[in-house]
C-alpha cells in the first residue's frame, strides 16, 4: 500500500506530504484546487514521461517520492532481485526532474530507467483517470479483464513461450523455404560452374607453376647455348679453366718444400679446381635438362588460357582461390540435397509446436467461455444498484486465428435500455456509463487480482444520487481487502472514507499554492455538508452529512 507521498517543486504545489490509510482514501476540494494535480505528480513515480515544464520554481528541481509498505508479493520479491535492487519493508520510490528537463527514478535509492519503473509500478498499484474508461472499448483490455477474472496467468505465460516459439519457427521455415527457392533457381548454374572446375581439376600452385615452365621453355634455347657455352670454357676451349688450374697446382707444388708458405694457397687452387671441375659438369647435366619442346609449349599456352579465363570469371588471382571458388560451390551443391531434409525436420516442429500452442489455446478458450455468463450477471447486478435497472453489459467471445492472445476475439456489448439491441460500447455508452461500468469491472478484477492500491480519479463521473451512494458501497467494499485513494465530488462518496483529506489554494501574496490535508470528524461534516447543499450549507445539510459520515 501506498503509505506516504511526498511532493516538492510540480506544478503549483510547493511542498506537500500526505499520508494515506490502509482502507479508503478519499480527496475532496473545489474545481481547480489540485485534485488531479495529485495524480499527475503520483503518475511520476508510476512512470510517465515529464519535462522542466512541470517545475513549480524553474531554479530548483522536482522531486516526487513514494513510500510503500510491504505486500509481500512473490512477485514484487522476484522482480526487486532479478533487477539487483534491494528489498525492504518499505519501498521508497522516488522521482526527480532537474530544471533542465532531465529525469531519474530510483528505487531504494538504486536508479532505474523508466521501463522498470513501469513494470515494478504495476505489481503496486492501479491507476484509473477518467479518460482511462474509454478503455472499456478496447478490444485487448476487455480480453485482459476476462483473462484476470478467469485466473489464466499462468496458461497465458505458457501459452505465449509456446506461440512465440512457433512464430520463430514458422520464421525459420519460411527461411529455408527462401533459401531452397533461391538454390533451385541456381541449381543448374552452379553445377555448370563447378564441373568447369572440377574437369580442369587444379592441385596446389598449378597455374604459376605452369607460368613458370612456359617462361623457361620460351628461353630454352638462349639458357642451352648460354650453358653450353660456360661448359666449353671451362672443359673443351684451347685452353680450358679446369686443365689451367691443375697445371697452376703442378707448377707450384714442386716449390712448397722450400717455400712452406705456398701450401695454404696451394690447398685453394686445389679446393677451385674441384670446384670449377664440379660446376663444369653440373652446367653440362643442366644443359643436358633444358629440353626445346615447341609442342609442350602450345600445350602449356592453352592450359594458361583457360586457367586465365577462368580467374577472371570468378575474379580471384591465384589458383589456390580458384580452388576455394570450387569447394564453395560444391557446398552450394551439396546444401540443396540437404536443405530438403532441415525443411522437413522444421515442419515437423512447427506441427509438434501448432498442436502445442493450440491446445492452450482452446484451454484459455474454454477458461474465458466459462466466465462469460457469470461476469455479465454480476456487472448487471451492479449497474442496477447503481443506478442502471435497464442497462445489459453482454459479452461476446468470436474464435479467430491462433495469435499471441489464443483464439478469441473479444466484443464488450452494451444496451442501456433494456431494448435488446446490444453495441459496442463505444457507440452506445455515455461517460457516465463507463464510469460505472469500469468500476463494476475492476471490483470484480480486484476479487482475482491482488493489487495492493487501487487509484480512482473521479471514477463518479455522471453520476449522482442513489447511484453515486452505490459506488461509495463498491468503493468501500474494495477497501476492505485493500487500499483505495478516489479523488470524487460526490458527498455520498466522501462520506464512506476511512480518511478525508482537502485540497485547497492557498494564495500567499502574489502566487497560489495547493495544500492538503486530513479532516477531523467534525470538519469531514462540515466538507460533506458545503457538497450537498453550496458554501453556507443549511441545517439539513449538515445533519445529512453526519448521518453519511456516521
Same mark, same amino acid.
Request: proline share 2%; net charge negative; with cysteine.
Given at each position: 500500500?501506498?503509505?506516504?507521498?511526498?511532493?516538492?517543486?510540480?506544478?503549483?504545489? !510547493?511542498?506537500?506530504?500526505?499520508?494515506?490509510?490502509?482502507?479508503?482514501?478519499?480527496?475532496?476540494?473545489?474545481?481547480?484546487?489540485?485534485?488531479?494535480?495529485?495524480?499527475?505528480?503520483?503518475?511520476?513515480?508510476?512512470?510517465?514521461?515529464?519535462?522542466?515544464?512541470?517545475?513549480?520554481?524553474?531554479?530548483? #528541481?522536482?522531486?516526487?517520492?513514494?513510500?510503500?509498505?510491504?505486500?509481500?508479493?512473490?512477485?514484487?520479491?522476484?522482480?526487486?532481485?532479478?533487477?539487483?535492487?534491494?528489498?525492504?519493508?518499505?519501498?521508497?520510490?522516488?522521482?526527480?526532474?532537474?530544471?533542465?528537463?532531465?529525469?531519474?527514478?530510483?528505487?531504494?535509492?538504486?536508479?532505474?530507467?523508466?521501463?522498470?519503473?513501469?513494470?515494478?509500478?504495476?505489481?503496486?498499484?492501479?491507476?484509473?483517470?477518467?479518460?482511462?474508461?474509454?478503455?472499456?472499448?478496447?478490444?485487448?483490455?476487455?480480453? !485482459?479483464?476476462?483473462?484476470?477474472?478467469?485466473?489464466?496467468?499462468?496458461?497465458?505465460?505458457?501459452?505465449?513461450?509456446?506461440?512465440?516459439?512457433?512464430?520463430?519457427?514458422?520464421?525459420?521455415?519460411?527461411?529455408?523455404?527462401?533459401?531452397?527457392?533461391?538454390?533451385?533457381?541456381?541449381?543448374?548454374?552452379?553445377?555448370?560452374?563447378?564441373?568447369?572446375?572440377? #574437369?580442369?581439376?587444379?592441385?596446389?600452385?598449378?597455374?604459376?607453376?605452369?607460368?613458370?615452365?612456359?617462361?623457361?621453355?620460351? %628461353?630454352?634455347?638462349?639458357?642451352?647455348?648460354?650453358?653450353?657455352?660456360?661448359?666449353?670454357?671451362?672443359?673443351?676451349?684451347?685452353?680450358?679453366?679446369?686443365?689451367?688450374?691443375?697445371?697452376?697446382?703442378?707448377?707450384?707444388?714442386?716449390?712448397?718444400?722450400?717455400?712452406?708458405?705456398?701450401?695454404?694457397?696451394?690447398?685453394?687452387?686445389?679446393?677451385?679446381?674441384?670446384?670449377?671441375?664440379?660446376?663444369?659438369?653440373?652446367?653440362?647435366?643442366?644443359?643436358?635438362?633444358?629440353?626445346?619442346?615447341?609442342?609442350?609449349?602450345?600445350?602449356?599456352?592453352?592450359?594458361?588460357?583457360?586457367?586465365?579465363?577462368?580467374?577472371?570469371? %570468378?575474379?580471384? #588471382?591465384?589458383?589456390?582461390?580458384?580452388?576455394?571458388?570450387?569447394?564453395?560451390?560444391?557446398?552450394?551443391?551439396?546444401?540443396?540435397?540437404?536443405?530438403?531434409?532441415?525443411?522437413?525436420?522444421?515442419?515437423?516442429?512447427?506441427?509438434?509446436?501448432?498442436?502445442?500452442?493450440?491446445?492452450?489455446?482452446?484451454?484459455?478458450?474454454?477458461?474465458? %467461455?466459462?466466465?462469460?455468463?457469470?461476469?455479465?450477471?454480476?456487472?448487471?447486478?451492479?449497474?442496477?444498484?447503481?443506478?442502471?435497472?435497464?442497462?445489459?453489459?453482454?459479452?461476446?467471445?468470436?474464435?479467430?486465428?491462433?495469435?499471441?492472445?489464443?483464439?478469441?476475439?473479444?466484443?464488450?456489448?452494451?444496451?442501456?435500455?433494456?431494448?435488446?439491441?446490444?453495441?459496442?460500447?463505444?457507440?452506445?455508452?455515455?461517460?457516465?456509463?463507463?464510469?460505472?461500468?469500469?468500476?463494476?469491472?475492476?471490483?470484480?478484477?480486484?476479487?482475482?487480482?491482488?493489487?495492493?492500491?487501487?487509484?480512482?480519479?473521479?471514477?463518479?463521473?455522471?453520476?449522482?444520487?442513489?447511484?453515486?451512494?452505490?459506488?461509495?458501497?463498491?468503493? #468501500?467494499?474494495?477497501?476492505?481487502?485493500?487500499?483505495?485513494?478516489?479523488?470524487?465530488?460526490?458527498?455520498?462518496?466522501?462520506?464512506?472514507?476511512?480518511? %478525508?483529506?482537502?485540497?485547497?489554494? !492557498?494564495?500567499?501574496?502574489?502566487?497560489?499554492?495547493?495544500?492538503?490535508?486530513?479532516?477531523?470528524?467534525?470538519?469531514?461534516?462540515?466538507?460533506?455538508?458545503?457538497?450537498?447543499?453550496?458554501?453556507?450549507?443549511?441545517?439539513?445539510?449538515?445533519?445529512?452529512?453526519?448521518?453519511?459520515?456516521?
Amino acid at each position: 500500500m501506498l503509505r506516504k507521498l511526498e511532493i516538492s517543486n510540480y506544478a503549483i504545489i !510547493d511542498e506537500l506530504s500526505i499520508e494515506f490509510s490502509q482502507g479508503l482514501n478519499i480527496i475532496t476540494g473545489e474545481t481547480g484546487a489540485g485534485k488531479s494535480i495529485l495524480v499527475g505528480a503520483l503518475s511520476l513515480i508510476l512512470g510517465d514521461r515529464a519535462d522542466s515544464a512541470v517545475l513549480f520554481e524553474d531554479k530548483r #528541481k522536482c522531486i516526487v517520492e513514494g513510500v510503500f509498505l510491504d505486500s509481500d508479493s512473490s512477485g514484487l520479491k522476484k522482480f526487486l532481485g532479478a533487477n539487483d535492487l534491494e528489498y525492504d519493508e518499505e519501498l521508497i520510490i522516488r522521482r526527480e526532474i532537474s530544471p533542465q528537463g532531465k529525469s531519474r527514478a530510483f528505487v531504494n535509492d538504486s536508479p532505474v530507467n523508466l521501463d522498470k519503473l513501469r513494470i515494478l509500478s504495476s505489481m503496486l498499484v492501479d491507476l484509473h483517470r477518467q479518460f482511462d474508461s474509454l478503455e472499456l472499448g478496447s478490444s485487448s483490455f476487455q480480453l !485482459d479483464v476476462i483473462d484476470a477474472i478467469a485466473g489464466n496467468e499462468q496458461l497465458l505465460s505458457e501459452y505465449g513461450r509456446a506461440f512465440n516459439q512457433l512464430r520463430d519457427t514458422r520464421r525459420q521455415l519460411q527461411e529455408l523455404l527462401g533459401r531452397k527457392a533461391a538454390f533451385s533457381k541456381e541449381y543448374d548454374y552452379n553445377q555448370f560452374l563447378f564441373e568447369e572446375l572440377e #574437369k580442369e581439376n587444379y592441385q596446389g600452385d598449378e597455374l604459376e607453376n605452369l607460368e613458370a615452365e612456359l617462361e623457361l621453355l620460351t %628461353h630454352a634455347d638462349g639458357i642451352k647455348n648460354a650453358l653450353a657455352g660456360a661448359c666449353y670454357q671451362l672443359k673443351e676451349s684451347e685452353q680450358p679453366l679446369v686443365q689451367k688450374l691443375k697445371s697452376l697446382v703442378n707448377q707450384l707444388q714442386g716449390f712448397v718444400a722450400i717455400y712452406p708458405n705456398l701450401r695454404g694457397v696451394l690447398e685453394r687452387l686445389r679446393s677451385a679446381h674441384i670446384e670449377l671441375q664440379d660446376i663444369a659438369s653440373e652446367i653440362e647435366s643442366m644443359s643436358d635438362e633444358i629440353t626445346i619442346d615447341p609442342g609442350r609449349i602450345d600445350e602449356i599456352n592453352q592450359q594458361l588460357q583457360t586457367g586465365q579465363r577462368l580467374l577472371k570469371k %570468378h575474379g580471384v #588471382k591465384t589458383t589456390r582461390e580458384l580452388k576455394g571458388v570450387e569447394h564453395a560451390i560444391s557446398d552450394k551443391l551439396q546444401a540443396v540435397l540437404h536443405i530438403d531434409e532441415e525443411i522437413e525436420n522444421k515442419e515437423s516442429q512447427e506441427r509438434r509446436l501448432l498442436d502445442q500452442a493450440a491446445a492452450c489455446a482452446k484451454e484459455l478458450s474454454r477458461k474465458r %467461455h466459462s466466465q462469460v455468463e457469470p461476469i455479465g450477471e454480476e456487472v448487471n447486478r451492479l449497474l442496477k444498484k447503481m443506478g442502471m435497472p435497464n442497462a445489459r453489459l453482454k459479452i461476446m467471445i468470436q474464435d479467430i486465428p491462433l495469435n499471441e492472445n489464443g483464439m478469441d476475439m473479444v466484443q464488450f456489448l452494451f444496451d442501456a435500455n433494456n431494448s435488446q439491441k446490444f453495441e459496442n460500447l463505444s457507440k452506445v455508452a455515455s461517460g457516465g456509463e463507463l464510469s460505472r461500468l469500469m468500476l463494476s469491472i475492476k471490483s470484480l478484477v480486484a476479487e482475482t487480482v491482488d493489487l495492493p492500491t487501487m487509484i480512482f480519479d473521479e471514477i463518479d463521473s455522471g453520476i449522482s444520487g442513489e447511484a453515486a451512494k452505490q459506488v461509495g458501497i463498491i468503493l #468501500k467494499k474494495l477497501s476492505l481487502s485493500r487500499q483505495i485513494i478516489s479523488i470524487t465530488h460526490q458527498p455520498q462518496i466522501a462520506g464512506k472514507a476511512d480518511a %478525508h483529506f482537502l485540497v485547497y489554494k !492557498d494564495a500567499k501574496g502574489t502566487g497560489v499554492k495547493t495544500g492538503i490535508r486530513q479532516l477531523t470528524l467534525e470538519e469531514r461534516v462540515m466538507a460533506i455538508a458545503k457538497m450537498l447543499s453550496g458554501e453556507k450549507p443549511t441545517a439539513a445539510a449538515l445533519a445529512n452529512a453526519r448521518e453519511m459520515v456516521c
